[in-house]
């Protein structure tokens, strides 16, 4: 906290003139850095000129600072986020395109341990999720909290992102994070309607499987506090998803009967 309280009494009116600058993109005050030699600088909370062209959506700023001044795209702020990272979070996809191309490491993680997939996901920004998707971004990288990227979308009710992770081969159903919570969970416990029912009814391998395994059902798996995702739903009030819940919940366990009913006449009969 010091340090940051130290940048900003030596953070002065031309530098914060200079970042504004970066961030509006008028190129000729930047100019006049270039010819100053690109003094690295950072702002009270550790953010380059290039984060605040990232801010502004500015690529040809950003172009300028990678000729000549590369290591600036790469500064880490005190949220050990990089430039990329903010483009994925605020959904600057020009800049993450031209940003991408000048990295080799698109897992870079910042101090949460979000890659940039995990915050394109977090944020709903679809069309960056689906360019490092298309890059081969590692679609089961989990965070700090072992949370994936459909979790972070689940929780934050991006529906769409939600499906382009399950085009792109995620099985979401049965994954969990640290507290031992699946999707529906953050879904059923922000109200979060479309994602739970998809979530909610299984593919139909995966139903069978479970009448034929112990494997539980998501609706029946509990977070480390004992809680099922209607009881989450539940406690947040969220009516209407507890009553898909409840009701998707009768539908499958009433297959689990009908199996075990076939099961014990199939041994009668032998």
């Known amino acids: 906290m010091m340090d940051v309280i130290s940048q900003k009494k030596?953070?002065?009116?031309?530098?914060?003139?200079?970042?504004?600058?970066?961030?509006t993109g008028r190129m000729k005050i930047l100019k006049d850095l270039e010819s100053a030699g690109f003094d690295p600088m950072l702002d009270p909370f550790g953010n380059s000129l290039a984060h605040w062209a990232v801010l502004g959506g500015h690529t040809k700023v950003l172009r300028s600072l990678g000729e000549h001044c590369p290591k600036m795209l790469w500064t880490t702020n005190v949220a050990g986020q990089q430039p990329l990272h903010l483009a994925c979070i605020m959904g600057k996809f020009k800049c993450a395109i031209f940003l991408l191309l000048q990295t080799a490491d698109i897992e870079i993680t910042e101090s949460r341990g979000c890659s940039p997939l995990l915050l394109a996901a977090e944020n709903g920004h679809t069309e960056i999720a689906t360019l490092l998707l298309l890059l081969s971004a590692?679609?089961?990288a989990t965070d700090v909290e072992e949370n994936t990227a459909y979790h972070l979308a689940a929780k934050r009710g991006h529906d769409n992102v939600c499906s382009l992770l399950k085009k792109f081969g995620l099985k979401p159903w049965m994954i969990t994070n640290e507290l031992n919570q699946t999707p529906l969970h953050l879904a059923s416990s922000g109200g979060h309607f479309n994602i739970a029912r998809s979530l909610c009814r299984l593919p139909i391998a995966l139903e069978n499987q479970m009448l034929h395994t112990p494997l539980l059902h998501p609706l029946h798996i509990r977070d480390k506090e004992g809680l099922t995702p209607i009881q989450l739903a539940d406690r947040y009030g969220w009516s209407g998803v507890v009553a898909l819940l409840k009701d998707e919940e009768i539908r499958f366990d009433s297959l689990g009967l009908d199996y075990l009913s076939l099961h014990a006449l199939g041994r009668k009969l032998l």
């Open 10 to 23: 030596l953070w002065n009116g031309a530098q914060a003139k200079l970042f504004l600058a970066a961030k």
């Open 138 to 140: 590692n679609i089961k």
